[in-house]
């Protein structure tokens, strides 16, 4: 459902894109850009200094549409702020890690990769992270961090959260407080 949405707006913006440039993909009355310099480069049997400035111009337009089709379909598929719950698997050492935590970096990898690949097999997260999680809050939020920005979390942990789809999980990602486990859901 999330990728027919994205389809729509890509469809959308293309369109307007093609319109901004005098493009169309409907009307065969009005000729592209690119059939412009076409028919303006057949009209003569010599190439001629202006047939050469069409066709340049036309290229150029039409590296400018595409540009400007990227930049939206890009901004309309990055959002502002996503919501997304997480388990963090703490090491002796780890920034803020819960004085009771004892096991090594080693080992805290390794338990956030079973949780991980648990959480791919479709493992209910909430319970990954009531079995799993040192994050002292987690109890009573079930590693919901609601919907922040992503300059608000660590660089590696943003990277990772914006870049799942919603209801898709994480590997094993690693923050100076640990190692995450990470599901998108907004």
């Known amino acids: 459902m999330q ?16 319109a901004a440039s005098g493009a169309s993909c ?26 050469a400035s069409a ?10 549409t595409a540009s400007v089709v990227a930049a939206a ?5 990055v959002p502002d702020a996503i919501a997304a719950q997480h388990v963090l698997v703490a090491y002796k050492g780890a920034e803020k890690a819960p004085k009771g935590v004892t096991r ?6 390794k338990r956030a990769e079973e949780v991980a690949a648990k959480a791919k097999a479709g493992a209910d997260f909430s319970a990954l ?8 809050a987690a109890g009573e939020r079930q590693g919901s961090l609601g919907k922040f920005k992503r300059e608000s979390k660590a660089k590696a942990f ?29």
Request: proline share 5%.
């Open 104 to 109: 090594s970096k080693v080992e805290a990898k």
């Open 73 to 77: 379909v890009a901004a309309a598929t």
């Open 3 to 18: 990728n027919h949405g994205r389809s729509s707006w890509t469809v959308v913006l293309i369109g307007i894109a093609m």
């Open 55 to 64: 066709a340049a111009a036309s290229a150029a337009s039409a590296a400018s």
């Open 129 to 136: 992270v009531s079995e799993y999680s040192d994050d002292p």
């Open 158 to 186: 943003s990277d990772a959260a914006f870049a799942l789809a919603v209801g898709e999980s994480s590997g094993a990602v690693e923050t100076p407080f640990g190692f995450h486990v990470i599901k998108r859901n907004q």
């Open 26 to 51: 409907d009307d065969p009355s009005k000729p592209s850009a690119g059939a412009s310099a076409s028919a303006a480069a057949s009209a003569s049997a010599a190439p001629s200094a202006s047939a």
